[in-house]
Structures are given as structure tokens and as C-alpha cells.
T-cell receptor, first 123, second 113 residues
Framework: GAVVSQHPSWVICKSGTSVKIECRSLDFQATTMFWYRQFPKQSLMLMATSNEGSKATYEQGVEKDKFLINHASLTLSTLTVTSAHPEDSSFYIC???????????????????FGEGSWLTVV | AQTVTQSQPEMSVQEAETVTLSCTYDTSESDYYLFWYKQPPSRQMILVIRQEAYKQQNATENRFSVNFQKAAKSFSLKISDSQLGDAAMYFCAYRISGSRLTFGEGTQLTVNP
């Protein structure tokens, strides 16, 4: 089935530094990837929609200069948290939209697949 | 704007019993998709079941089935023969084609042995 790989799974960084999280679609092309943030016991909050070859579309209230998103290829999107602060500590998860059916299980064209998520701790 | 509401923050069920998780949504669209995702402690989002709005037949996947009531904008998930591994946070989600997922607040399901 379709796989989305997210790396790193967890990262600890010092306050003021930047950290990059990668989201890769391993066996399909994804022109659109989504980045979410999730606080404990809460739902997923969409941060931005990443489109290959163009600028990301950010949700209201999300600082585009702080959360830099790059989608340079059909299989890779990156989220860079710049000048991280302790309040940026959270679980970040990406998802990718497959354009065609992967031919298995619940996959059926235009299905969205999630990465494993990344824990960010800023100390 | 589309909204998804899960009115049960927590639910519990005895192993081998059946439990139903509720979900309602609001939309002005006529063609859309509905999903139930499972998020275990590992935080991996796992697609449990999906329903196309144009299909009248309720989707089923093994022990998981839905009760899709389009007019009422209701989309509940029934888990039969509950297993310990079913314990997780369950999210109901909505999407129109080509657009993003809109999630409900989630329901934490506990399965008691």
C-alpha cells in the first residue's frame, strides 16, 4: 500500500535554533501534502497545504515565516520550524494525497495517507 | 464552512462487545467523502473506513461498519466484537474531492478486558 515516511520521528532542539522535518511519499507521487500540528488529546490542526512547485497555503493564524514549507518535488515536502521556542513543542504530522488508486484495500484514487508523525521538543 | 462534530470525548466498551461512535457534520456540498481514522498511542493515523456520499450503501470493513444518514448528516462508526487493539483515539473526517480533510474533535475509546 501507499506509504508516507516522516523524518525524524522525534527531535530535541535548543530554543532559537531551526529544525527541519521531512515528509516523503515512498511509492506514489503527491502534488499536494498537508502539514498538521496536534496537541495532546486534541484533534489535528491543519497548518498549511503544500503544493509541489508553488508556495504553500497557510491556515489563518499560522506564521508562514516561522513555519517554512518547501515542496520541491512530487515526493518530498519539508517543514522547517525557524527560531524554535518551547511553545512550538508539539507533534507534527504530514499527509499526502495520492492521485491514482494504489490498488489495495481502502485506497481508491485521491486517498490521503499519513506519515508517522514527528515529536518536536524545544528546550 | 464545513464542520465535523464528535459529541463523545470518551467511550468505553467491554472486549467482544459492540460500540458505536457518533459523528455529525455540516456541509452544503452534495458530493463528498467521509472517513473514520484511528490513532493509537503510537500516533500513527490509520484509515479505518471510508464512505462516498453518493453511495447509499453503508461501508463495511470486517468488524467496522458505518451508519451513513446523508439527510441527517450523520456518520456513526460501529465496532463489533471489540478487541483490546481497538483502543485508540478515533477521528471522524470529511473531505470534498481535491480538498483537505476536516477532522472532528476525536473520541477516545477504551476497551476493557
Amino acid at each position: 500500500g501507499a506509504v508516507v515516511s516522516q523524518h525524524p520521528s522525534w527531535v530535541i532542539c535548543k530554543s532559537g535554533t531551526s529544525v527541519k522535518i521531512e515528509c516523503r511519499s515512498l511509492d506514489f507521487q503527491a502534488t499536494t501534502m498537508f502539514w498538521y500540528r496536534q496537541f495532546p488529546k486534541q484533534s489535528l490542526m491543519l497548518m498549511a497545504t503544500s503544493n509541489e512547485g508553488s508556495k504553500a497555503t497557510y491556515e489563518q493564524g499560522v506564521e508562514k515565516d516561522k513555519f517554512l514549507i518547501n515542496h520541491a518535488s512530487l515526493t518530498l515536502s519539508t517543514l522547517t520550524v525557524t527560531s524554535a521556542h518551547p511553545e512550538d513543542s508539539s507533534f507534527y504530522i504530514c499527509s499526502a494525497r495520492a492521485l491514482a488508486s494504489t490498488g489495495e484495500g481502502l485506497s481508491s484514487g485521491n486517498t490521503i495517507y499519513f506519515g508517522e508523525g514527528s515529536w518536536l521538543t524545544v528546550v | 464552512a464545513q464542520t465535523v462534530t464528535q459529541s463523545q470525548p470518551e467511550m468505553s466498551v467491554q472486549e467482544a462487545e459492540t460500540v458505536t461512535l457518533s459523528c455529525t457534520y455540516d456541509t452544503s456540498e452534495s458530493d463528498y467523502y467521509l472517513f473514520w481514522y484511528k490513532q493509537p498511542p503510537s500516533r500513527q493515523m490509520i484509515l479505518v473506513i471510508r464512505q462516498e456520499a453518493y453511495k447509499q450503501q453503508n461501508a463495511t470493513e470486517n468488524r467496522f461498519s458505518v451508519n451513513f444518514q446523508k439527510a441527517a448528516k450523520s456518520f456513526s462508526l460501529k465496532i463489533s466484537d471489540s478487541q483490546l487493539g481497538d483502543a485508540a483515539m478515533y477521528f471522524c473526517a470529511y473531505r470534498i474531492s481535491g480538498s483537505r480533510l476536516t477532522f472532528g474533535e476525536g473520541t477516545q475509546l477504551t476497551v476493557n478486558p
